[in-house]
């Protein structure tokens, strides 16, 4: 879909709004103004019924940058609340030579009232996988959960499964830890449905 500068205006005037652009705005204001001083985008949204490899992803990324090249000034990914500048989209993306999954998605820490964190990703939706979630994390879990996503996301994104009430095998945390199915796509933390990994009841995760 493309929108502006005569028809549907407003809908480019959205991505300038709100807590990302204002992010994007103090962390990169060069990009920032490129993307504000545009009139028209184009808007890429589809799905894919279950396909036996991803070179549906490939295709897009390829797509994507070729946008770049006849003259797009950025991409903007609202699944992992990324705004992309070119010379970063080709260094992490089109460039590498190889599959990155971990290059779109992201992981995402927040504090909840307890002082334990929330860990989960963004983004596995493009891989037609469920995102992953970890509430009350500790300070003495904290990387080891993030180590625990980086594998996940490799993992579902190459094809991986993970069963309803499946345990979670990992030296640097507890036994006992299971993985359980939930969410849906209207879920606004996720756009996805995701895998929550429950902590074993034993164990007091902000000890």
């Known amino acids: 879909m493309t929108y502006g500068p005569t028809e549907h205006a407003d809908q480019v005037a959205a991505f300038r709004d709100g807590y990302l652009w204002d ?28 396909p ?3 070179n549906y992803f490939r295709d897009v990324v390829g797509f994507l940058t070729f946008c770049l090249d006849a003259g797009g000034v950025a991409i903007y990914d609202p699944l992992m609340f990324k705004w992309w500048a070119p010379s970063e989209w080709r260094s992490h993306v089109f460039d590498i030579g ?3 999954p971990r290059h779109h998605v992201v992981i995402l820490l927040s504090t909840d009232s307890d002082g334990t964190q929330w860990i989960h990703t963004r983004g596995m939706r493009k891989f037609g996988r469920p ?33 309803d ?16 199915r939930r969410g849906s796509e209207e879920d606004l933390d996720f756009n996805n449905e995701h895998i929550e990994i429950v902590w074993p009841t034993s164990t007091e995760a902000t000890t």
């Open 131 to 163: 995102d992953i979630s970890v509430h009350k994390v500790g300070p003495q879990h904290k990387d080891a959960i993030i180590d625990l996503c980086n594998r996940f996301i490799e993992l579902l994104a190459f094809g991986g499964i993970v069963e």
């Open 165 to 180: 009430g499946q345990e979670v095998r990992l030296s640097s945390l507890p036994s006992g830890m299971k993985c359980f």
């Open 23 to 50: 992010h994007l705005s103090t962390e990169d204001p060069n990009l920032a103004a490129k993307v504000a001083a545009q009139d028209c985008c184009l808007v890429l949204t589809g799905e894919i019924i279950d």
């Open 98 to 100: 190889s599959s990155a």
């Open 52 to 54: 036996p490899t991803l």
